[in-house]
């Protein structure tokens, strides 16, 4: 069971990231976080600029050393 956040929505701690947010899996809400000012490290996997500690947010590719 991945440990969550929790929801706004429904109030169960079952708000998981996903490689856009974070998604609700008992009730469906979503949240999508924006990148926001200036670009993240290249992605070896998608070729996009969304690398943000050490998680592409475009594909959900994770790196670590
Ligand atoms: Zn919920
Ligand atoms: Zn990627």
Do not use: H, L, W
Not at 4 to 23: A, D, L, N
Not at 32 to 47: D, I, L, R, S
Request: glycine fraction near 14%; aromatic fraction near 10%; charged fraction near 20%.
């Amino acid at each position: 069971m991945p440990a969550g956040k929790m929801c706004p929505e429904c109030g169960k701690y079952t708000f998981i990231t996903t490689p856009t947010g974070r998604e609700c899996s008992k009730c469906g809400y979503k949240m999508v976080v924006n990148p926001g000012p200036g670009k993240g490290k290249k992605c070896a996997n998608c070729n996009k600029y969304q690398v943000f500690d050490g998680k592409c947010r475009n594909c959900g590719a994770s790196y670590s050393f």
